[in-house]
């Protein structure tokens, strides 16, 4: 029997900040950057101090606004006049009118969900300076409601103008996921780890900015869908890998996997999961077909790249499908960050040989 399955509470939560900060390349600025040097308690204190810092600097650069309308009896009309809601409440013999009005006010939905976020950050488990700075910076916020964090629609819209929060409301959506609410009205229970779907999410876009900063200019890092090279591809489903590599003669695609069972087990013994390896077979194919249909003659390689757990046994291989180089690695994010990089360094160095002059040093070299 294998031993019991790491979760995301035995990565080092300092190595979380530095995932979320190649997630976002906002944390990247140098308002974030004093962060990396900080003690974190748990997943929710973290989140906290990211908050704070980007409120902070939010504040100063004024809080976003948008056109909030409102319906309401006026002396004096302007905006929308709702005919019909005038005349059933006879506001007409008062001399007054039903309007709807667009305010340009910060109470706007991105405020609503970061005020509402860190309301609950300030009652959970965290540093007692960071609850402090939490409730200063909340008065700040009298103007802005509040929001029921269990029924949130997440997906905002992000121009020009508010692109700011981007960041900040990613930062809410795990802070809310990792924070459970009782059954008891009003007791907030912190959760210590975050659920296997929300850490695959951040691994995925961790693996997608690494690559993306610290080898641009050597290799081309994008996440392109790929074709199906077949003559009736309507109803396939979309093959989208999470990572592709490219520096113009070699192709490497990468699919982050994170598991709390990277094996799975059978009656002949521990084998790798099937359906993952079909899926990059599939994958590294119609690559192949897609760039020999334009003429060109490259190498592709595939890699399953699965976050290590505390199972004995761990997936690790290289095969050669019909031509194609596939891998199956794993990646120990339980361990000091330059020793991660060092992982993802080499995956280049073993499939890239040749494209590691003037590499150069991590975002967080000296972690």
């Known amino acids: 029997m294998t031993s019991p399955a790491m979760t995301s509470s035995r990565i080092p939560v300092r190595n979380v900040y530095y995932m979320l900060s190649y997630a976002f390349r906002a944390l990247q600025e140098q308002q974030y950057r004093k962060l990396a040097t900080e003690p974190f308690d748990n997943i929710a204190d973290l989140c906290a101090a990211i908050l704070i810092q980007g409120m902070s600097a939010q504040i100063k650069r004024g809080l976003s606004r948008e056109y909030v309308p409102h319906t309401d009896e006026l002396d004096s009309p302007r905006g929308k006049i709702e005919i019909t809601e005038?005349?059933?409440?006879?506001?007409?013999?008062?001399?007054?009118?039903?309007?709807?009005?667009?305010?340009?006010?910060?109470?706007?939905?991105?405020?609503?969900?970061?005020?509402?976020?860190?309301?609950?950050l300030a009652h959970a488990d965290i540093?007692?300076?960071?609850?402090?700075?939490?409730?200063?910076?909340?008065?700040?916020?009298?103007?802005?409601?509040?929001?029921?964090?269990?029924?949130?629609?997440?997906?905002?819209?992000?121009?020009?103008?508010?692109?700011?929060?981007?960041?900040?409301?990613?930062?809410?959506?795990?802070?809310?996921?990792?924070?459970?609410?009782?059954?008891?009205?009003?007791?907030?229970?912190?959760?210590?780890?975050?659920?296997?779907q929300q850490m695959h999410r951040i691994y995925e876009k961790f693996l997608f900015g690494y690559y993306s900063r610290e080898w641009r200019g050597l290799i081309n890092t994008t996440h392109h869908r790929i074709?199906?090279?077949?003559?009736?591809?309507?109803?396939?489903?979309?093959?989208?890998?999470?990572?592709?590599?490219?520096?113009?003669?070699?192709?490497?695609?990468?699919?982050?996997?994170?598991?709390?069972?990277?094996?799975?087990?059978?009656?002949?013994?521990?084998?790798?999961?099937?359906?993952?390896?079909?899926?990059?077979?599939?994958?590294?194919?119609?690559?192949?077909?897609?760039?020999?249909?334009?003429?060109?003659?490259?190498?592709?390689?595939?890699?399953?790249?699965?976050?290590?757990?505390?199972?004995?046994r761990q997936p690790d291989g290289e095969f050669d499908m019909g031509g194609n180089r596939i891998a199956v690695r794993t990646l120990d994010l339980n361990q000091d960050f330059p020793g991660i990089a060092g992982q993802l360094d080499d995956i280049v160095m073993r499939f890239f040989p040749g494209s590691t002059d003037g590499v150069g040093c991590s975002l967080f070299s000296d972690a």
């Not at 340009?104 to 309301?119: G, Q, Y």
């Not at 819209?157 to 981007?166: A, F, H, I, S, V």
């Not at 609410?181 to 975050?194: E, V």
């Not at 890998?241 to 059978?266: C, E, F, H, S």
């Open 227 to 312: 074709p199906w090279m077949c003559s009736a591809g309507d109803g396939l489903p979309i093959m989208q890998p999470d990572v592709v590599l490219d520096n113009g003669r070699d192709v490497l695609i990468i699919d982050a996997k994170y598991y709390t069972r990277t094996m799975q087990r059978n009656f002949s013994g521990y084998t790798m999961h099937s359906a993952n390896m079909y899926q990059m077979f599939t994958y590294v194919k119609n690559k192949t077909a897609q760039l020999a249909a334009g003429g060109e003659e490259r190498t592709v390689s595939g890699m399953l790249l699965y976050a290590k757990t505390d199972e004995e």
């Open 127 to 196: 540093n007692l300076i960071r609850r402090t700075r939490l409730r200063r910076l909340l008065a700040c916020l009298d103007n802005v409601g509040r929001v029921d964090l269990r029924r949130i629609d997440w997906r905002l819209r992000y121009d020009r103008n508010n692109q700011t929060y981007r960041m900040l409301i990613g930062i809410c959506h795990l802070a809310v996921n990792g924070l459970l609410q009782s059954s008891r009205p009003g007791k907030t229970l912190l959760m210590d780890f975050l659920d296997d």
């Open 86 to 120: 005038s005349v059933r409440k006879v506001t007409m013999s008062r001399k007054r009118l039903v309007c709807t009005v667009d305010d340009f006010t910060v109470d706007s939905r991105p405020n609503r969900i970061i005020k509402s976020t860190m309301l609950l």
